[in-house]
C-alpha cells in the first residue's frame, strides 16, 4: 500500500456490507488505513473508492472466499507481512441456518473453514508481529448465539454447527486472552444480538417477523469501546455487565468442582444400579 507510514493498518475480513463495512467505515474516519476482504470484489472496490474520497484512507480491496484453502493461505501473507498491522477484524461469516441432519456437508465444512480454520489461522498470522511490536489487537465477531446451545429452535433459528463455531471464536479467544497476558496485544470476542444487515435475508429469513434489531455502527462504536478498556468480551446489548463476570465465575467453580480422580455420587449411584456388584444374580 501507498499510504503513509504513520498511519495504523486494519484488516476487515468480511467487508463488503453489515458488520463488516461498519468497521471498515469507522475505522477509515479514525486514522486508518484498511485491506478489505471479502468475496465480492465489485463491492469491496466500490467501498474502497469511497472510503478514500470520504476520509482519506489508503483502502486495499482483497476479493478471497476464507472457505477455500488458498485464498485464505494468500490472506494470511498480508496479515503477517505488513509491519503497521495494529488490528485484525475477523469478521467474516454466514448462518447456513437449517436443522442439522438436513444441512449439506458441503455447508458443514465452509461454516467450520470461516468460522474457525479462518479466525485461528489469521490470528495466528497476526499475533507474532504484534507481540514483536508491543502492541496490536485482533476483535473475533462471534455472536450471542455462542450461548445458545442449551436452548431450542423456534424462535431462534437451527444452528447447530453456526452456534458451536461461534462458541469456539468465543471460548478461543478468552483463553488466548489468557495466553497474551501483559503483553499489550488484545484479544476481543464481540457477541452481538439480532443486527440490521442482510445477513437475514441471505440466510433465508423473513425480516417482517423478526424483533427491532441494533444499528451495525452501533456493535462497532461498542466493539471499539470495549477495547479500549481491553474487555475480553463485549456484548454490546448488555447493561449489566455484571452478568459476564458471574458466568465467568460459574464456569470457574464448575471446573475447580468437577476436575477430581473420584466418580461423582450421582453417576456411581447409577452405575451401581445398571451394573450390580460382581457376585450378585
Known sequence: MSSSRSRPLALVTGASSGIGAAFAERLARDGYDLILVARRRDRLEALAERLRNEAGSEAEPLAADLADAEALSE????????????????????GGYRPFVEVEPRVVDELIAVHV???????RAALP????????????VASLLALSGALPPNPLPYRAVYAGAKAFILA???ALSGELGQSSVYVQACLPGLVDTEYHAVAGRDRSKMPPMMQAADVVAASLAALAHAEVVCVPGLDDASLLERLVDVRRTLLMNANRPALSERYRSAVETIMPAAGER
Open 129 to 140: 508481529g504484534m507481540v514483536r511490536r508491543g502492541k496490536g489487537a485482533v476483535i473475533n
Open 117 to 123: 480454520r479462518a479466525v485461528a489461522r489469521l490470528t
Open 75 to 94: 490472506v494470511e501473507a498480508q496479515v503477517a507481512g505488513d509491519e503497521r498491522l495494529a488490528l485484525l477484524v475477523n469478521n467474516a461469516g454466514f
Open 172 to 174: 478461543f479467544t478468552e
